[in-house]
């Protein structure tokens, strides 16, 4: 079983020899993992705890071997847009003041599926929700250092 248990930069290997291993936002935020692949193999995921996992990342073998690239699985998620630029800030505001992990865009913000949150949306008024399929890559915290191996 190959064990990864560094991150690399992005783009510090060729990327033609990388395994493509496709996550969820909650699987890129769980440093110590199993990851079954399409082929039978297992992946062992032996990180720094904490780490979490961004899209173009390169993990690197216990031996240091590039071996994996971190891609965005779709999943559900509510994509909100806004003909007025506002009324997006306006809910990045109060999403925020409740803590909920989002992916921010110049032109939508994005949120896992919550009937609650979607109440609170339409009642802010000038937002489109839109019940999609998508890359989920949410804002990492301000608080959250990004350190790479070298």
Do not use: C, W
Not at 1 to 19: C, F
Not at 43 to 57: A, C, F, I, W
């Amino acid at each position: 079983m190959v064990i990864l248990t560094t991150r690399a930069e992005p783009g510090s290997s060729d990327a033609r020899s990388l395994i493509d291993l496709s996550m969820t936002a909650e699987q890129r935020e769980k440093a110590r993992q199993l990851v079954e692949m399409a082929d039978g193999h297992t992946l062992r995921l032996h990180l720094p705890r904490g780490s979490v996992l961004r899209p173009g990342d390169v993990l690197l073998s216990d031996t240091g071997e590039p071996v994996a690239r971190i891609r965005a699985e779709p999943e559900p998620v509510y994509t909100l847009r806004a003909d007025d630029p506002f009324a997006l800030l306006r809910a990045a505001y109060h999403l925020g003041n409740r803590h909920v992990a989002m992916e921010l865009a110049p032109d939508y913000l994005r949120i896992k599926p919550d009937h609650v949150l979607a109440h609170l949306i339409g009642h802010l008024g000038g937002l489109r929700i839109i019940d999609e399929s998508a890359a989920f890559v949410p804002e990492k915290g301000a608080y959250m250092a990004h350190h790479y191996a070298h």
